[in-house]
């Protein structure tokens, strides 16, 4: 087994500087351990003009056999003889890369301390391996390397060369030659032989994920093939393979965002197993103004992020669909003192929100409510006491938000809908429970967070006609995605104020711009009602995420202008109690686009996303208004944006 790393030099740059990056002498040829045979480095040649290092794997059959933990990895399976007698000591596989990972240690650390200047320089590389082992041929070697930058040689093994009409071997010559770190290359060749291969000679435990996404820094996440790179390095595993794929989009946008991948995957807290699913919003111990959902289970925390706490702002619509903290969960109503218990005392019930946009549909439905409210307080009444404390539990904010979502989306007819942002999928939930919506999609930026919503909605038991309606996916609204264009309604629930300003414009562009769905409906938290919560220090958001939370008049400012800029009309809606002196705690917008509305195209300035989406607007947003309740919307011209 053979591969060899060639360099050419000047007589400033010479090319013996290769040793000095792969910490190997070219005077000496050295010999090191393996656990199934002998690597031996040698240098054929080492000259100022040109320098190349040989790498060479002696491959003892017998430890493979005895070290391999009896699963016969890359030899067949047909007989005793096999596991002695095949390709393993000749043909480049997971054996070599892993003597590479160990010989070349250093070097695909990038660390060279006698001349820390040369692991961060391009050098004219030439990487030769006579015999590779390629299950998918030529073709394949092609499209795993092309993209990384190589000119590729892949000439393919003929099975016997005096018979020629048996055909080629699945075996290639490759040549690769390019101007790169020497790093990066032992990086990709140490991920690359392996899966090429497709035949690893031991187990495939959980931590080969941090090794496949280690040596993937820098050229995996954008490759265009990382979803076979993944399954076949981690031996078609597909829980380890779901695991890598999900850290890698991470790692994409957070690339593309200049952020940490950290701050994309935090909409649930890690202070707990994560199969346990959070109890419904409406469920026991939920605060009485909790959040929009599996708030009640950190009642008091004020301040900390819940078990479904919002994914990072930089993810431009993270995970909404989950529990607010602060002041809306765990502090109480107002007059209650901030119970820590997550129900409300000493407060009176708080009447359910009317019709937010009254049509003849809706006064019909009304009417029915009406009825049925006068039947369930005579069953009330004949209940007695018991039965009257019951009724009066108050009704939780985040129950009340998905009511007016969901009568909003009714009211306008949708059946195809979109929750952007949908966090641990409570609207999912809320949504699939309704025949009327027979398409259901829930994106959110944190793998997390979908795992969550893909139990609590129980996806794998699902019969096949209700799994069909439903369909959970990652991305993030910070860039247009044509997986939502079409989509009768999208629905943005306590999202705008977990993006940072600056980037309101780029989840404009794609929600309204790109992805134009007949109905937008959208809600956020009325921070003048931030005075009626107790517990909530005067200055403070309701969730440590917020970036902002804007006030009615800065709210209907910013509605208005996305409306005019996209072509949308907009209404507006009071969810939750409507104070006469402050308003409601969250405010709704139903974005609508007329009947005969034309297409619009926005002139604007782009940035370029991650692989695979298209760039969103990058043009700066206005600022937010000031939190407090005395904050005005910031004077905008309402021309701004040119349209076509």
């Known amino acids: 087994m053979f591969l060899t790393i060639g360099t050419t030099g000047t007589p400033d740059r010479p090319a013996t500087d290769l040793g000095f990056l792969l910490h190997k002498h070219p005077d000496r040829a050295q010999a090191f351990s393996t656990s199934y045979g002998t690597a031996h480095v040698l240098y054929p040649e080492a000259s100022a003009g040109r320098c190349t ?4 794997l002696e491959v003892d059959p017998v430890a493979l056999v005895r070290r391999g933990r009896g699963r016969d990895r890359g030899a067949s399976p047909d007989g005793a003889l096999a596991q002695y007698v095949n390709d393993r000591p000749y043909a480049a596989s997971s054996l070599l890369a892993v003597a590479l990972g160990k010989v070349f240690a250093s070097a695909l650390k990038g660390r060279c301390e006698a001349r820390p200047e040369l692991p961060g320089r391009d050098l004219p590389l030439r990487i030769e391996v006579p015999a590779l082992s390629a299950r998918g041929g030529p073709a394949l070697v092609r499209r795993l390397f092309e993209p990384l930058g190589w000119a590729v040689s892949a000439e393919p093994v003929p099975l016997d060369d005096r018979f020629p009409e048996w055909g ?66 981690l031996a078609r595993r597909r829980g380890l393979a779901r695991q890598a794929l999900e850290r890698l989009a991470l790692a994409r946008l957070a690339e593309a965002d200049d952020s940490e991948p950290e701050e994309f995957d935090n909409a649930v807290v890690d202070d707990g197993p994560e199969d346990a699913v959070p109890e419904d919003a409406a469920g026991a111990g939920q605060a009485a103004a909790g959040g929009t959902g599996g708030a009640g289970g950190v009642a008091g925390l004020a301040g900390a992020p819940s078990a479904g706490a919002h994914t990072a702002g930089r993810s431009a619509g993270g995970s909404a669909g989950a529990g607010e903290i602060g002041a809306e969960a765990g502090v109480g109503e107002p007059g209650t003192g901030g119970a820590a218990s997550g129900a409300v005392t000493g407060a009176a019930p708080i009447p359910r929100p009317t019709a937010a946009f009254p049509t003849a549909a809706t006064a019909a439905t009304a009417a029915t409510a009406a009825t049925a409210a006068a039947a369930a ?42 929750d952007l942002g949908c966090g641990q999928g409570q609207l999912v939930a809320a949504l699939l429970s309704d025949p009327r919506f027979t398409e259901i999609v829930g994106m959110d930026v944190s793998p997390r967070a979908l795992r969550m ?6 996806l794998e038991r699902l019969g096949e006609r209700q ?22 309604a999208a629905v943005l629930s306590e999202v705008v104020e977990h993006v940072d300003p600056p980037r309101l414009p780029a989840l404009e562009h794609a929600v309204f711009g ?27 958001h309701r969730h440590h995420d917020h970036r902002f939370e804007w006030d009615r008049a800065a709210f209907r400012a910013w509605a208005h202008r996305v409306a005019e800029r996209h072509g949308y009309e907009v209404a507006f809606a009071p969810v939750g109690p409507d104070d006469p002196e402050v308003g409601p705690p969250t405010q709704l917008a139903r974005f609508t686009l007329p009947a005969a509305a034309p ?18 607007s990058a043009a700066a947003a206005p600022a937010p208004a000031a939190t407090t309740p005395a904050s005005a919307a910031t004077a905008t011209n309402p021309k701004e944006a040119t349209t076509a």
């Open 53 to 56: 290092a040989a790498l060479l």
């Open 168 to 233: 080629d071997s699945r075996y290639v010559r490759l040549v690769l030659e390019g101007e790169r770190q020497l790093a990066e290359v032992l990086r990709q060749l140490y991920v690359l032989l392996p899966v090429l291969d497709d035949a690893k000679h031991y187990w495939v435990a959980p931590d080969e994920v941090e090794k496949l996404l280690r040596s993937g820094a820098g050229w995996l996440p954008d490759h265009p093939e990382r979803e076979l790179i993944a399954g076949r390095y």
């Open 377 to 418: 307080t005579a069953a009330t009444a004949a209940t007695g006491a018991e039965g009257a404390t019951a009724a009066e539990r108050p009704v939780s904010l985040a129950v009340r938000r998905r009511e007016a979502i969901l009568a909003a989306l009714r009211d306008c007819g949708a059946a195809r809908v979109l």
């Open 453 to 458: 919503a893909a139990r609590r909605l129980r």
């Open 467 to 488: 799994a069909g309606r439903v369909r959970l996916i990652q991305g993030s609204l910070a860039y247009t995605d044509a997986r939502l264009r079409g989509y009768d």
């Open 514 to 540: 790109a992805a134009r769905p007949r109905t937008v409906v959208v809600t956020t938290p009325n921070a003048e009602y931030n005075v009626r919560w107790e517990s909530l220090p005067a200055g403070r």
């Open 599 to 616: 297409e619009r195209t926005v002139r604007r300035a782009t940035a370029p996303g991650p692989a695979g989406t298209a760039p969103a």
